[in-house]
């Protein structure tokens, strides 16, 4: 589609992604995200021209956001501090969603869970600020995560309590700004709302796509 060599532009650049995320019925560190497709989040591979390989569902709560991932894709290996080198995910996070700055504000979060751990790490918080408007970040034993692994593919259990995310307000501000990046060993990344490949996505919230939460 694109001359990887020369200038290219995605398809998804030319407009501001805009979508909906519901509420937990039952808010739990549980696997109600299974089931069926009310929460999932859409496929936006193809507008990105990237390879399709994951599937990501969603749901919030007072208590905070839930989220089950499934990779079709086995564990090579994982990598740590640079987590791009291997498998696993990273979220970004900005909970007022404003899409007016070009660097991570007090309100943004940028979290990467394993399917294995390395020396010990397997979730966190590593959102960088470019400036004194920053947050202490997540104490990576407040993040809940569960693993299941097959011999073909993996998936994710996750969920992020309210605490840790700066701002999240839910009943006063009912809008996230949200994007992901699903890795794997020597391959692209699956992402949602702007590809690595032509911007600095952890670092840019401006270009994370709007979620709005919904009953």
């Known amino acids: 589609m694109f001359d990887n060599d020369g200038f290219s532009l995605s398809a998804i650049q030319f407009f501001q992604m805009s979508l909906e995320c519901h509420r937990l019925k039952k808010p739990s560190f549980s696997l109600c995200l299974t089931k069926g497709k009310f929460y999932e989040m859409p496929d936006t591979s193809a507008l990105m021209n990237e390879e399709s390989f994951a599937k990501l569902s969603m749901g919030w709560s007072k208590k905070g956001i839930e989220l089950y991932v499934v990779v079709e ?56 600020f470019r400036s004194e408007d920053a947050h202490e970040l997540t104490d990576s034993d407040e993040l809940m995560l569960k693993v299941k692994k097959t011999p073909t593919a993996y998936s994710l259990e996750i969920f992020i309590p309210s605490q840790c995310l700066q701002g999240y307000d839910p009943e006063q501000f009912n809008r996230l700004g949200f994007s992901y990046r699903i890795n794997r060993t020597g391959g692209r990344p699956q992402e949602f709302s702007a590809t690595s490949a032509e911007y600095q996505v952890e670092q840019q919230p401006s270009l994370w796509a709007s979620l709005k939460l919904v009953e």
């Open 73 to 128: 894709e086995p564990i090579t290996r994982c990598s740590y501090p640079d987590v791009t080198d291997g498998d696993g995910i990273e979220l970004f996070f900005d909970t007022r969603d404003l899409k007016t700055s070009g660097f991570n504000t007090r309100f943004c979060h940028h979290f990467f869970f394993l399917p294995e751990a390395v020396d010990g790490h397997i979730k966190g918080e590593i959102t960088k």
